[in-house]
């Protein structure tokens, strides 16, 4: 068994109503068991109290999937690290993939939540990852290493301990396309490296990385054998809680 905190996380992302989400709920409650990862999943804003209600004492966190970093205001449509963890939120997914393409999220923006978040004690799954074109031409390392410094190297390493990082190259997301077991393990020993390279070996080498990107029950166990690999963020997958949990169960 690996030493580092090992999780997967499922992301709901703009899917199910109320009434398919207590669904969705009962049936992790059943199938739920004893695991070496931590278990969590991210439901819609308008789910989140109630999934936090539902799934409270059970050992499936429930957690957010975007944040604003502004403490409150006028900010109409946004909710804030404050009322997260007033609803007994303590973890928020920042920086996913389709918030950078679809909502404009910048990684100076992305700096602003992060600071936002663990000023707030939440513990924060920061997203990040290279485009097909950026693969295409090998530019993968640099972009990656472009991400994690602009959004978070302005902290002090003991920030980290605060921070799970999700390594998703946005070509594999929802494209049932996965990265080789090979080429994750690549990424996640470069992001370690570069960890290392700025904080030194012990906050690298604690770091909880988790890859994302059509992690489905077939491919989940040879990608979570690697050696860097601590984990998944799960989309589709995370839907139906037989595959969500064949995934936990691949560890
Ligand atoms: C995601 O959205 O973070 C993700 C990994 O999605 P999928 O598993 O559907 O590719």
Known sequence: MKMRKQIVAGNWKMNNNL?????LIDALKSKSQASNAEV?????????????????????????QNMHFAENGA??????????????????????????????????????????AL??????IFCFGEELADRKSGNQD??????LKNALFHLEGEAFKNIVLAYEPVWAIGTGETATPEQAQDMHAFIR??????????????MTILYGGSVKPANAQEIFSKPDVDGGLIGGAALKADDFFAIVNAF
């Open 75 to 116: 900010y109409t449509g946004e909710v804030s690290a404050s009322m997260l963890k007033s609803i007994g939120v303590k973890t928020v997914i920042l920086g996913h993939s389709e918030r950078r393409e679809y909502f404009n999220e910048t990684d100076d923006l992305l700096a602003k939540k992060v600071d936002a």
């Open 142 to 147: 640099a972009i990656v290493e472009a991400q």
């Open 19 to 23: 009434s398919q989400t207590e669904a």
């Open 193 to 206: 490296k570069t960890l290392a390279g700025t904080y030194g070996d012990d906050v690298a080498n604690d």
């Open 119 to 124: 000023a707030n004690d939440l513990r924060v």
């Open 40 to 64: 969590m999943v991210a439901p819609t804003f308008t789910n989140l109290y109630h999934a936090s209600q539902a799934l409270h004492g059970t050992t499936i966190e429930v957690i957010a």
